[in-house]
């Protein structure tokens, strides 16, 4: 049976490459990008749904019902310019997603978060990722598969200076990074886009955290 996908954040690192998976996969019959402008892409099987986010939960219930859910949607608190407008994009924003995915019994959902993601962090992004980890998984999704690289490789459409220049040097380190510390080595993000893929193919029953170093696992 082939498979309908929704991506929310397709304009992002790890989203444009998601879209060239899917859009690439005979599994898949129809894709659907839904964000606040359009994607630089012409495909038979690409819809696209543009939405103000301001309104983004009842936006969002108008939307076609579809089986396979990604969400890789996220900023940084100085893009966003305060905290509480990140945690509306890094948090409510997903979860108003995972409900509508939730409310059409999807077939899994997949959803990015971060290493280190905790509740209980003293650091506000790992802290909101863990609160966002710890809500979705109380919905009951029949599939759930939670993504937590470490810093990701590759070029954003977005420019985040510090980050740019993290991408040079910390990838210098990552064979000094073993053991319990392997999941902090940098991920390129196009193995993040393919393991998403490869595991809604499977769509396997119940909750699974994906560590950085099972993203790179060939």
Same mark, same amino acid.
Request: aromatic letters at 10%; hydrophobic letters at 35%; a positive charge.
């Given at each position: 049976?082939?498979? *309908?996908?929704?991506?929310?954040?397709?304009?992002?690192? /790890?989203?444009?490459?998601?879209?060239?998976?899917?859009?690439? $996969?005979?599994? #898949?019959?129809?894709?659907?990008?839904?964000?606040?402008?359009?994607?630089?892409?012409?495909?038979?099987?690409?819809?696209?749904?543009?939405?103000?986010?301001?309104?983004?939960?009842?936006?969002?219930?108008?939307?076609?019902?579809? $089986?396979?859910?990604?969400?890789?949607?996220?900023?940084?608190?100085? @893009?966003?310019?305060?905290?509480? %407008?990140?945690?509306?994009?890094?948090?409510?924003?997903?979860?108003?997603?995972?409900?509508? !995915?939730?409310?059409? %019994? !999807?077939? $899994?959902?997949?959803?990015?978060?971060?290493?280190?993601?905790?509740? $209980?962090?003293?650091?506000?992004?790992? =802290?909101?990722?863990?609160?966002?980890?710890?809500? @979705? !998984? *109380?919905?009951?999704?029949?599939?759930? #598969?939670? #993504?937590?690289?470490?810093?990701? @490789?590759? %070029?954003?459409?977005?420019?985040?200076?510090?980050?740019? /220049?993290?991408?040079?040097?910390?990838?210098?380190?990552? =064979?000094?990074?073993?053991?319990?510390?392997?999941?902090? *080595?940098?991920? %390129?993000?196009?193995?993040? !886009?393919?393991?998403?893929?490869?595991?809604?193919?499977?769509?396997?029953?119940?909750?699974?955290?994906?560590?950085?170093?099972? @993203?790179?696992?060939?």
């Amino acid at each position: 049976m082939e498979k *309908q996908a929704i991506v929310l954040g397709a304009s992002g690192l /790890i989203g444009g490459h998601l879209i060239d998976c899917l859009l690439e $996969s005979s599994e #898949y019959r129809s894709v659907l990008s839904i964000g606040r402008s359009k994607l630089h892409c012409d495909h038979p099987k690409l819809s696209e749904k543009i939405i103000d986010f301001k309104d983004f939960p009842k936006t969002i219930e108008e939307l076609p019902p579809n $089986s396979h859910f990604f969400c890789t949607i996220g900023t940084t608190i100085k @893009i966003a310019g305060t905290k509480e %407008n990140f945690k509306i994009v890094d948090y409510h924003y997903p979860m108003a997603f995972a409900d509508l !995915a939730k409310s059409q %019994n !999807a077939a $899994s959902f997949h959803i990015i978060s971060s290493v280190g993601a905790n509740k $209980s962090s003293p650091f506000f992004y790992q =802290k909101i990722k863990g609160l966002l980890e710890q809500d @979705i !998984a *109380q919905l009951g999704l029949s599939s759930l #598969y939670i #993504y937590r690289p470490s810093l990701l @490789i590759g %070029n954003r459409s977005e420019p985040r200076p510090f980050e740019s /220049i993290s991408q040079k040097v910390l990838p210098l380190f990552d =064979k000094l990074l073993i053991g319990p510390f392997k999941d902090y *080595q940098t991920v %390129n993000a196009k193995d993040v !886009a393919q393991k998403m893929y490869f595991d809604s193919l499977l769509s396997l029953k119940g909750i699974h955290y994906i560590s950085g170093e099972q @993203i790179t696992q060939k």
